[in-house]
């Protein structure tokens, strides 16, 4: 069984920095493939970044990257969000996502599984 819980979320100046985690209880989350989504209020939610089980990371959009990271330790059963340099239009519901597959999919309904999202709020 596959349950994810995300934290590290909170209010940041902008120019800061946070990084969210997201642990899975169960025992196959070496096998899983990783997401990241965040849905700011009236938008529809949106893929930030993926990581397969190889360690292989896909950053959605150039405005992402270089500024965002993921990571796994798949000791920790844990996916990382690394977020620096953070801008008011980032503030939004973060969620992890998993499925099973090995490719990086960018639709959320490709998605088995979800965390309940932290909120990380950028203010100017």
């Known amino acids: 069984q596959v349950q994810l819980v995300e934290s590290g979320g909170g209010l940041v100046q902008a120019g800061g920095s946070l990084r969210l985690s997201c642990t899975d209880s169960g025992r196959t989350f070496s096998t899983l493939l990783m997401g990241w989504f965040r849905q700011a209020p009236g938008k529809e939610r949106e893929f930030v970044g993926g990581i397969q089980r190889t360690g292989i990371t896909t950053i959605n959009a150039d405005s992402l990257k270089g500024r965002f990271t993921i990571s796994r330790d798949n000791a920790k059963n844990t996916v990382y969000l690394q977020m620096n340099s953070l801008k008011p239009e980032d503030t939004a519901v973060y969620y992890c996502?998993?499925?099973?597959?090995?490719?990086?999919?960018?639709?959320?309904?490709?998605?088995?599984?979800w965390g309940q999202g932290t909120q990380v709020t950028v203010s100017t």
């Open positions: 996502a998993a499925r099973q597959g090995g490719f990086i999919v960018r639709v959320p309904s490709a998605y088995d599984y």
